[in-house]
């Protein structure tokens, strides 16, 4: 109960805590795929999603409920998985949904435990001793009577989410000699998953399912299919997000200018929604001409 409570709403951007939105409600399933690419691509950001895309319609995707079972018979049985993308493509946002589905009794339930620790929270006990125990005593406190002998015998697992944002000296050799050893758990293997983002179909899925008017989700898609640039780009999740609130302010008022084509345009008008709203919830005014200023000198940069 206190998992599903944790991850049942989730918050978007600059939303408030205490704002949220049911996961349930928005929860566009990713395109996830097994293995990883080792190459390091210089190319623009566009260039580099849309040779992600092509590659989309050649693999087989896995859905994250099952990126812990075992999908062939030449796998052995999965203990440890890496999930890898780029940021913003929904790596948090399929652990929650990962816990939620657990915890409702929908997904994965010969897993006992599923113990989400994120690393920016770990972060603020770096200077500290802990045991696993205490750190799940730490974390999850409605475990506070769970003994170290039950975490020989449960099947748990533990998340570690956002290990990018650690500011631990990670050893991995201490690592798989404490959390991962035959102490607590059976001797892990590996299995690298890559998180792509949205398909095509994906994409038009979350628009959809992001407004209740029909027939504003339908004239936001049918312009992001006529850009290419915008269309290539919302394979990422947050950036659907920040094409949604730009179109929607845009779409829902009187518009005299275009709607933005381009990169630019769109981060220029995103930037001026937020300063809209920044004003609107702290007061002051702001002339007219400001926002035309700034927008004119975010084109020319």
Known sequence: ???????????????????????????????????????????????????????NIQDTPIKCQDIFKVLSEQQ?????????????????????KFSLDWAEGLENQDIS?????????LNLIRDEQHSLLSLLHVFHPTLQKIRAEDLTVWKLLFIFDGLDESRFS????????????????????????????????QKEEYFRRRFSDEDLSKRIISHIKASRSLHIMCLIPVFCWITAIVLEDMMTRDQRGELPQTLTDLYSHFLMVQMKRKKQKYGGKQRPEELTDLYCFLRVQ
């Open 113 to 121: 435990l599923v113990l989400p620790l994120s690393c920016r929270e």
């Open 1 to 55: 109960m206190s998992l599903k409570r944790r991850c049942e709403h989730v918050t978007e951007g600059t939303h408030e805590a205490g704002s949220g939105t049911l996961l349930n409600k928005i929860y566009t399933e990713l395109y996830i795929t097994e293995g990883q690419s080792e190459e390091v691509d210089t190319q623009h950001e566009v260039r580099q999603l849309e040779r992600t895309s092509k590659k």
């Open 170 to 201: 990670l050893g991995f050799n201490n690592i798989s000699s404490s959390l991962m050893s035959h102490k607590y758990r059976p001797l892990a293997c590996s299995w690298i998953t890559e998180v792509r983002g949205f398909t095509d179909s």
């Open 76 to 96: 052995r049985h999965i203990r440890v998985v890496l999930t890898n993308g780029v940021a913003g493509v929904g790596k948090t946002f399929s652990v929650q």
